[in-house]
């Protein structure tokens, strides 16, 4: 399958920071979708994007779907405790089908008090 | 309330032994799948089924298998011949007209530990 390239792996902040993480794709994708998973959880669906240049919100966290279609930004602002989890970004290519989701490493956000 | 359902949440297993995961939707759902994640690496899809009794292979089938009598239920059997078992076991379901853009709905997953 293709490869996602999530960065940063992890990111140790403070309350009330606010965080960027992205995800960079050597395919073109149709669509973008951001993923959050609490510990022994599974993955809950933040914000899907499927327009290239496309910017969405949803309360404190925003997504934008890349101009080129290969990438993704979610950032979140004034972070607080239950902002804690993995986030992952997953792309589905242009044409594919129920299999054709592909999923980042994820990246680890720890809010220290 | 709707959802996803697996069972059991942690399961140990010997090693040579076979082990059957649950999932079960009553979200009326038409697609379901199964993924499996290990430390630190992203989702891999082990076997996803778009309609009641037919199932195709993911990335990552060989020592699984699967079957889907029911749109409400697809269970995973983790054969002895899969060589690597102790992972993190998630279902998902999606909606027909969603199927092809990810948009997915997860059970809270299963642990498998292998002994």
């Known amino acids: 399958g293709q490869q996602l390239n999530q960065s940063p792996q992890s990111m140790f902040i403070q309350e009330g920071e606010d965080v960027s993480m992205n995800c960079t794709s050597s395919s073109i994708f149709n669509t973008w979708l951001w993923y959050k998973q609490d510990p022994g959880e599974g993955p809950v669906l933040l914000i899907a994007?499927?327009?290239?240049?496309e910017l969405t919100s949803n309360g404190r966290l925003t997504a934008q779907f890349g101009i080129t279609r290969k990438d993704s930004f979610l950032n979140i602002s004034a972070s607080i405790p239950s902002d804690v989890g993995i986030y992952f970004c997953a792309g589905q290519e242009s044409g594919g089908g129920a299999d054709g989701l592909t999923f980042g490493k994820g990246t680890h956000l720890i809010i220290q008090p | 309330d709707g959802g996803i359902t697996q069972s059991p949440k942690y399961l140990f297993r010997k090693e040579g032994q076979n082990v059957t995961l649950s999932c079960e939707q009553n979200?009326?759902?038409?697609?379901m799948y199964w993924y499996r994640q290990d430390p630190g690496q992203g989702l891999r899809l082990i076997y996803y089924s778009q309609i009641v009794n037919d199932f195709q292979k993911g990335d990552i089938a060989e020592g699984y298998s699967v079957s889907r009598e029911k749109k409400e239920s697809f269970p995973l059997t983790v054969t002895s011949a899969q060589k690597n078992p102790t992972a993190f076991y998630l279902c998902a379901s999606s909606i027909k007209r969603r199927m092809n853009t990810g948009e997915l709905f997860f059970g809270e997953g299963s642990r498998l530990t292998v002994l």
């Open positions: 979200l009326n759902h038409d697609a």
């Open positions: 994007l499927y327009k290239a240049g």
